[in-house]
Structures are given as structure tokens and as C-alpha cells.
């Protein structure tokens, strides 16, 4: 049965409907109200507002204020970014009256307001109540900003102790009866026990992860730490694809951890990485530092190329949710006797030695190399896959030892 668009790609938060898993998280692409519009006319299922902070906490940019790392020489190979960027400068005043007009332009995209105070329990009630009394479907409290805000006695600060995330939640559902989303922070110890301090707080969803606590580099000529603000920096806050690895495993540790839904993010740069968060335990997922670097209108290729992959699959957003989450097990649970054997493709091989050097001085000493010509010796061979990963033209596959081989 062939099944129309939205039936393959809507999802949902915490019985708000989503048209896609698509958000754009909280960050410059949503600084104002003109730049969301024009987000959400171009086919994101929503938005999550730069986090608004009570008009008395003095929010202070500094310059610059970003870091780049790159692979390689080439200006475009961008793989992690560091920011030192604190929250909204737009008074409260601006988002309501933002936020209200934004609900009667675009009735079926989802707002979601991100809040953020210090430990003062009228700053965030009055918050979140001025956020939901002009029309924001929820509210995600930005527990997790590392950087500036946690000085504050905000961000990281509440989202790294579980009593102060299940206390300030609780402040928050008291005042509220639109959902609450958790935003929070990998910088810590371990995840689940934070996630469930917030669920414990009343929190109706988490989302994860906010940026990684990060140093990136050092001008060698001068010394200085980067980005460097008139000769100084401070510790920042890294995102992009380098950190995609810590907010898969943040996610599945908090899906595994508790039961309401999750909202997935950190350096999702490809339709592929928003698929691998679904699959798991994310509902729908959050996009940052790519729509920074390329722009609102990366969503037709997100969209187009997610539903290709689900139609090929004959799958749904629905139906991935999760679905890699129930093969992520314990070590102790991983079959020992399983055994994968590299095999060198003659033809494809360049004979350039990248694998004979790996396993001789990183491995088991397994792979031979004769002339241009290498082989494994499988009588030492360990299975590890060091020479599959270090091959440069992907001329090495592992595949399984048929059972009862004898080695
Ligand atoms: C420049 C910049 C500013 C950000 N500002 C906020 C913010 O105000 N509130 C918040 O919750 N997260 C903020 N974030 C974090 C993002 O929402 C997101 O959690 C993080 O960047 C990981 O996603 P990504 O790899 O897609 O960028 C910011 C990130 C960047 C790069």
C-alpha cells in the first residue's frame, strides 16, 4: 500500500503534531521573529526560540565569539564549531508579542519557547507563564547552556546537580499546562540520572544534547587561547558533526533511562544523522550549526532524502523510533564467539601499506605485505578491524569466519 507523505514523515511531541521530525533548535537561526518566518515558510515543523531570559539578567555578547575545527586544509571540511554566544538579547516583551503573531500566521507549525533564569522561582514562573499566555505550545527549559550562563546561576549550573533540575522543573509545571521539555546537558557524569531528576520534576520531555564543554585551539604565534577576546578566551561550547557521537549515545542512554519522548540533536548535518537519532529513541530531532554554516533551505534536501530513505525502506518516522535502541546492549551481552576476518580486494587495493603498518604497530601483526601486494594471515589475525578503518580506498571488508572454521 502506498502511503501519502505525511502519514510516512509526521511524528509528534508529547501530543503536539509535528508535519516532520524537523526543528530547528534554539540557537541564532532563531534570534527573531523575521528569521523564524521565514524557517518555518521553508518547511521546518518548527522552532525552538533563542532561550529568553528575564529583561533584568544583563546579557553581554562578546566578539568573536566563534571557533572553527576543520579535517584537512579545505575551508569547507568544517567538523566541530565553538561558541561562546549567551542567550536572547530581546526583551520578554518582543517574544510575546512575536511568538502571538507567529501562532495566527503558521497554526500548524509548532513553537516552542526556551526559557532560561537563575535560581529565582517567580523569574522562571513568570517566564513560563508570559510564554504559554501568548500561544508557544511549550516551553524548553535550557538547562544546559556550559558557558557564560552557568556564572549566571543559569544553564549547565541547574542542568548538572538532578535536585536543582527536579526542583526548578517543578517550579516551572506548577505555573504551566503546556508541555515541558528538559534540555539537557551532556557535561556531565551521567546523563540517566539527570534525565530522570527532570522526569521526577514533572518534565513531559527531554531533549539532547546541548553543546559539548570544549577548549578548541591555541594561536601558536601569540599563545592565546581561541576564540580570543582581546587576548583571552574562556572554555565554550562545541557542536556540529564532531559531536554527533556523545548526543547518539546521550540519547540512548536517556531513552533506555526513562519514558517520555526525546528530542535529538547535536551535529546533525544529514538527513542520515537525523535518521540514526530516531532510530535511538528520539521522536523528532533538533538542527543547529548546519543551518548556521548553509542556511534555512538545507530542509527540501533533509526532507526529500529522509522520505526516499523510509519509501525505499518502506518505513515511517514512526516506525524507526526506537528501533536501534533495543540492540543496544551491555558488553557482557555481545557474543564472544562471533568472529569477523578482513578480506582484501586485490583489484580496488593501491598497495599503499596504509593497513600493514596499522596492524603491524596498532594490531596483530596479521597482514603481510609483499612487494605492493598485501594479504592477512588469519592464523593472527584477531578480527579487530583496525585495517578496514585505516584503508583509504575501501578495499577491505570484514566478513563473519563461517562457523567450525578452523584456524
Ligand atoms: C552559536 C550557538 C548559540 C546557541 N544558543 C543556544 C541557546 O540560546 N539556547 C540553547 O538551548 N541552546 C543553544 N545552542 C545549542 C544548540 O541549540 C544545540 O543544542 C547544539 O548546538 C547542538 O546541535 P548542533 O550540533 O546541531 O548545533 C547554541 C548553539 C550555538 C552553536
Same mark, same amino acid.
Given at each position: 500500500m502506498k502511503r501519502k507523505a505525511h502519514e510516512i514523515m509526521a511524528t509528534e511531541i508529547v501530543g503536539v503534531?509535528?508535519?516532520?521530525p524537523f526543528v530547528l533548535a534554539s540557537a541564532p537561526p532563531t534570534a527573531s521573529i523575521s528569521m523564524i518566518e521565514r524557517a518555518l515558510q521553508q518547511g521546518w515543523a518548527g522552532v525552538v526560540t533563542k532561550t529568553i531570559v528575564p529583561d533584568e539578567m544583563e546579557i553581554h555578547d562578546v566578539s568573536?565569539?566563534?571557533?572553527?575545527i576543520r579535517s584537512g586544509r579545505s575551508k569547507h571540511n568544517l567538523v566541530g564549531f565553538e561558541n561562546i554566544e549567551l542567550t536572547s538579547r530581546r526583551p520578554v516583551s518582543y517574544w510575546e508579542q512575536g511568538i502571538g503573531m507567529l501562532r495566527r500566521i503558521f497554526p500548524d507549525k509548532v513553537l516552542i519557547a526556551s526559557i532560561m533564569g537563575d535560581r529565582n522561582r517567580s523569574a522562571w514562573q513568570d517566564l513560563a507563564v508570559k510564554m504559554e499566555a501568548c500561544g508557544?505550545?511549550?516551553?524548553?527549559?535550557n538547562f544546559s547552556c556550559p558557558h557564560g550562563m552557568p556564572e549566571k546561576g543559569g544553564g549547565a549550573s541547574i542542568g548538572q546537580h538532578p535536585d536543582i533540575t527536579r526542583e526548578i522543573t517543578q517550579w516551572v509545571k506548577e505555573v504551566t499546562s503546556i508541555p515541558v521539555i528538559v534540555k539537557l546537558t551532556p557535561n556531565v557524569t551521567d546523563i540517566a540520572v539527570i534525565a530522570k531528576a527532570?522526569?521526577?520534576?514533572?518534565?513531559?520531555?527531554?531533549?539532547?544534547?546541548n553543546t559539548v564543554e570544549s577548549l578548541t585551539g591555541i594561536d601558536l604565534e601569540t599563545l592565546t587561547p581561541l576564540p580570543a577576546v582581546k587576548g583571552f578566551s574562556t572554555f565554550g561550547g562545541y557542536s556540529g558533526p564532531a559531536v554527533k557521537p556523545i548526543g547518539l549515545r546521550a540519547v540512548a542512554q536517556i531513552c533506555k533511562a526513562v519514558e517520555v519522548p526525546v528530542m535529538g540533536m547535536g551535529g546533525i548535518a544529514k538527513w542520515s544523522d537525523a535518521v540514526e537519532y530516531l532510530a535511538v529513541g528520539a521522536c523528532s530531532v533538533q538542527v543547529?550549526?548546519?543551518?548556521?554554516?548553509?542556511?534555512?533551505?538545507? =530542509? #527540501?534536501?533533509?526532507?526529500?532524502?529522509?522520505?526516499? +530513505?523510509?519509501?525505499?525502506?518502506?518505513?515511517?518516522?514512526?516506525?524507526? %523510533? @526506537?528501533?536501534?535502541?533495543?540492540? =543496544? #546492549?551491555?558488553?557482557?551481552?555481545?557474543?564472544?564467539? +562471533?568472529?569477523?576476518?578482513?578480506?582484501?580486494?586485490?583489484?580496488?587495493? %593501491? @598497495?599503499?601499506?596504509a593497513c600493514f603498518v596499522a596492524c603491524r604497530d596498532g594490531g596483530y601483526q596479521s597482514i603481510i605485505k609483499?612487494?605492493?601486494?598485501?594479504?592477512?594471515?588469519?592464523?593472527?589475525?584477531d578480527g579487530c578491524s583496525l585495517c578496514s578503518h585505516v584503508c583509504p580506498v575501501g578495499a577491505i571488508t570484514m566478513e563473519e569466519l563461517p562457523a567450525g572454521t578452523k584456524l
Open positions: 503534531p509535528l508535519e516532520n568573536p565569539r566563534f571557533n572553527a508557544a505550545q511549550a516551553l524548553e527549559l527532570a522526569v521526577a520534576g514533572g518534565a513531559d520531555a527531554l531533549a539532547a544534547i543547529c550549526t548546519e543551518v548556521m554554516l548553509r542556511g534555512f533551505d538545507i =530542509i #527540501t534536501g533533509l526532507l526529500k532524502n529522509t522520505r526516499h +530513505y523510509l519509501t525505499t525502506h518502506q518505513r515511517t518516522v514512526a516506525g524507526v %523510533i @526506537g528501533k536501534a535502541l533495543e540492540r =543496544i #546492549t551491555t558488553y557482557e551481552a555481545l557474543d564472544k564467539k +562471533y568472529f569477523m576476518i578482513p578480506v582484501i580486494n586485490g583489484e580496488t587495493c %593501491i @598497495g599503499c601499506g609483499t612487494g605492493k601486494t598485501v594479504a592477512c594471515d588469519v592464523n593472527l589475525c
